[in-house]
């Protein structure tokens, strides 16, 4: 995992097409793409997988964009975890989702 907390820690990095990613939780990262300079996040549970882009974030002062980037992170993180919560799966450790009833979709 990466440092994405300042624009310095973000330019030490070797830019790529693959995201850079920093560690929020178990199984979630907030995710840096240093060739776009875009952010986005991910979601892993063993199967279950999510992935998404923020737009917007990289306008923001690059000293602005990791704060920016974590909060729209952790909004999406709680969306996922509300339908979680509809289809019968609960919150665990932070931000991971695990499923308590047989048959769930």
Request: glycine share 10%; proline share 6%.
């Amino acid at each position: 995992m990466a440092d994405l907390s300042t624009p310095t820690a973000r330019n030490r990095l070797p830019a790529r097409k693959a995201p850079h990613f920093a560690k929020l939780g178990k199984g979630c990262a907030l995710a840096w793409y240093p060739m776009s300079g875009s952010w986005g996040a991910r979601f892993i549970d063993g199967d279950t997988r999510g992935v998404t882009q923020f737009d917007g974030i990289e306008l923001l002062p690059p000293t602005e964009q990791f704060k920016a980037a974590t909060a729209a992170a952790q909004k999406w993180l709680a969306t996922l975890q509300a339908a979680a919560k509809l289809h019968g799966i609960i919150r665990v450790r932070g931000c991971v989702v695990e499923v308590i009833e047989a048959g769930v979709s």
